[in-house]
């Protein structure tokens, strides 16, 4: 079978040169050579259109994630086969690793899909998993597609994407939603390693990315310090407060997010949690997820950390007004998790 690269340059198959070009990531301490950027109009459509790549194998979805890429590719036919159930305490990343490789042996998967950061952490937060994992799918030719959406709340050295010039396989996504607040530019870029490049481009349609969208995001993501650090630094001050605030009321066990997240989460129960919240006028969100408890999607309760004094303080005295109906219980699951 011709190569992606190879069915071009026989003139079969032309597209417009991807702009990626144009985007540059000083902030992310990218390699140097060996990878390259396709853009996109947001994350999302990207993983709609990432569905494909290393199809029509099954997809061994490696943490819990947010269903869209599931849904697409059972609409697709592919096989998903999740591993993000939540590991049970004491799981250590040996044994972890141990039944990811387990799995992908039993499976072999043409790709392997994962959140970074997981919504309530995970092994494969750390750096050195991601590289096993690339490692453990090269030989058949499968990929590692990371969705970094989130990881725009961690330190620049996080990213998966500083692995690209040694693995060949591996695709990281990032955007502007998170973090930046710019849902709406709608605009996305796939970094890959070379070899994956060709790939990535025959399943995603070029073009996507208006050129006000691309002039945007480029300028944003050309930022040469580290654009959340302030950001991070107030989660992390009011992240202890918010859960604290919560432990004298009885809204329900406070959930560990990932450290650098903007989340309190109600996992036990979420629609309670959230329903006695919204009694004391604090509006949280049912948050979808994949994974965690088999091959289907099941709700987190999520209310975001208030990022202003005001709106913490005004937080605070709201919750103050729920009278506890039982002796309050701590703050549960490793609270710092991540």
Not at 155 to 173: E, F, M, Q, R
């Amino acid at each position: 079978m011709a190569t992606p690269a190879q069915v071009c340059d026989q003139g079969e198959h032309t597209k417009p040169p991807d702009p990626g070009h144009l985007i540059r990531l000083p902030h992310l301490a990218l390699p140097v050579h060996g990878w390259d950027v396709t853009t996109g109009a947001g994350v999302g459509p990207l993983l709609r259109d990432l569905s494909g790549l290393g199809g029509p194998s099954p997809v061994y979805v490696a943490t819990e994630v947010y269903p869209d890429l599931p849904v697409w590719l059972g609409r697709a036919g592919r096989r998903r086969v999740p591993g993000g159930l939540i590991e049970p305490p004491g799981m250590s990343n040996d044994d972890m690793l141990t039944r990811h490789l387990a799995a992908i042996a039993a499976y072999t998967p043409g790709l392997v899909f994962l959140e970074r950061p997981a919504l309530r952490g995970s092994p494969t937060d750390e750096l050195p998993m991601v590289r096993q994992l690339c490692d453990a799918v090269a030989d058949r030719g499968a990929f590692v597609l990371v969705d970094e959406s989130n990881a725009n709340y961690c330190p620049p050295d996080y990213s998966a994407a500083t692995l690209l010039a040694d693995t060949g396989n591996l695709v990281v996504l990032r955007g502007i939603s998170k973090a930046f607040g710019l849902g709406g530019i709608r605009f996305g870029v796939c970094l890959s390693s070379n070899a994956a490049t060709s790939w990535v481009r025959e399943v995603t349609p070029p073009l996507q990315a208006s050129s006000f969208s691309l002039r945007v995001g480029a300028a944003i993501l050309a930022a040469a310090t580290d654009p959340s650090a302030g950001l991070r630094a107030r989660i992390g001050a009011h992240r202890r407060r918010v859960i604290d605030a919560l432990a004298n009321t009885d809204v329900g066990p406070v959930a560990a997010a990932m450290s650098d997240l903007p989340y309190v989460l109600f996992a036990s129960t979420p629609q309670p949690s959230l329903n006695r919240l919204r009694e004391a006028g604090i509006q949280g969100k049912l948050h979808m997820t994949w994974g965690s408890a088999g091959p289907r999607s099941t709700a987190v309760g999520r209310v975001s950390i208030p990022l202003s004094e005001t709106r913490l303080r005004e937080f605070e005295t709201r919750l103050a007004d729920i009278l506890c109906d039982a002796t309050p219980s701590s703050p549960t699951e490793e609270l710092d998790k991540g």
